[in-house]
């Protein structure tokens, strides 16, 4: 597509529920990554996807969160359990090549999660 | 983990005015990149910096890539309400498998009276 998809944009569920939320990168686009944005903080580094396979998966805060990428396309991020803390915007991201110098990542929209 | 910070925090400036904001970090970093954020919306690149002392602009504005390679700076010129919103310095810690990840700094939140 034309841009980088999320969905759901919010979703409010209950603590202890699990919630999936998914990305749809720019066609094309070989790396995707995850981030966080918790209010008033920058972002956090969740999760990065070279193709399918996830190089550097080590800003996941627990065993709660995953993700995976299939088809070298969309991605889901999946949190079991949900807490109040994990409340914040999704945001993801997709880039030509992570591995050259194009930094050049363009961002979804996000979802903002809320957890009550 | 690797910081990013980035000062001031906030700031409340009148429409015309120039505005000012830094980044350091204790790492050295081979690329600086400025993001702009819209309420509700993901960060849009404004200004990517590749080389130490690298002095870059895109219309109003201006950043720079520190010598030291562990700080940035953004200047905006002549501010205008469309400015509104957060932004964000950032940088890839070029190593092994991290390549591709960015660290940001906290944001600065940007008011523009009119």
């Known amino acids: 597509g034309a841009g980088v998809s999320q969905s759901p944009s919010n979703k409010v569920t209950e603590k202890g529920k699990d919630v999936e939320l998914r990305c749809d990168p720019i066609s094309g686009h070989t790396a995707l990554y995850w981030y966080r944005q918790s209010l008033g903080q920058g972002l956090e580094f969740l999760i990065y996807?070279?193709?399918?396979?996830?190089?550097?998966k080590s800003g996941l805060p627990s065993d709660r969160f995953s993700a995976e990428r299939t088809g070298g396309s969309v991605s889901t991020l999946t949190i079991q359990r949900t807490q109040q803390e994990d409340s914040a915007v999704y945001l993801c991201a997709s880039s030509l090549d992570g591995w050259s110098r194009n930094y050049g990542y363009t961002f979804g929209s996000g979802t903002r999660l809320t957890v009550v | 983990g690797q910081q990013l910070n980035q000062s001031p925090q906030s700031m409340f400036i009148q429409e015309g005015e120039d505005v000012s904001m830094n980044c350091t970090s204790s790492?050295?970093?081979?690329?600086w990149l400025w993001y702009k954020q819209d309420p509700g919306e993901g960060p849009v690149l404004l200004i990517a910096l590749y080389k130490a002392g690298e002095l870059t602009s895109n219309g109003r504005l201006t950043a720079q890539f520190g010598i030291t390679r562990k700080d940035s700076f953004l200047n905006i010129s002549a501010s205008i309400p469309s400015d509104v919103g957060i932004y964000f310095c950032a940088g890839p810690l070029d190593r092994g498998s991290t390549l591709g990840r960015l660290y940001f700094g906290r944001g600065t939140q940007l008011t523009v009276w009119p």
């Open positions: 790492s050295i970093f081979n690329t």
């Open positions: 996807f070279q193709g399918n396979s996830a190089p550097d």
